[in-house]
């Protein structure tokens, strides 16, 4: 019942910048937290950026400086502002929400690619 969707992948040149959303829906869904993760095919799922409702925030080394995670708690919502894109930022990138209200849930988006060209 509950999804989280996500929009604003594409392809974009290198030093290009793109803004990623992903919105909870469905439910009675609360964010305690939520992170943004990425998967190159046969690679594992790293995690790129987290932030809680409280504002705590987290960033893989490789992105520091050029991404920017935030939330709107009152939407249910996490962006991710990527700056300053590069090749290597290649990636399908995906969401993820955690709730623990009235109970522990943890889902996670469909995904969305992020190409960037040299």
């Known amino acids: 019942q509950v999804q989280l969707v996500e929009s604003g992948g594409g392809l974009v040149q290198a030093g290009g910048s793109l803004r990623l959303s992903c919105a909870a829906s469905?439910?009675?869904?609360?964010?305690?937290?939520m992170a943004w993760y990425r998967q190159i095919p046969g690679k594992q799922r790293e995690l790129v950026a987290s932030?809680?409702?409280?504002?705590?925030?987290y960033y893989t080394d490789s992105v520091k400086g050029r991404f920017t995670v935030s939330m709107d708690n009152a939407k249910n919502t996490v962006y991710l502002q990527m700056n300053r894109l590069k090749p290597e930022d290649t990636a399908v990138y995906y969401c993820?929400?955690?709730?623990?209200?009235?109970?522990?849930?943890?889902?996670w988006g469909q995904g969305t690619q992020v190409t960037v060209s040299s």
């Open positions: 993820w929400g955690y709730d623990d209200t009235p109970y522990a849930t943890a889902i």
């Open positions: 469905g439910g009675t869904f609360r964010a305690n937290a």
């Open positions: 932030i809680t409702s409280g504002g705590t925030i």
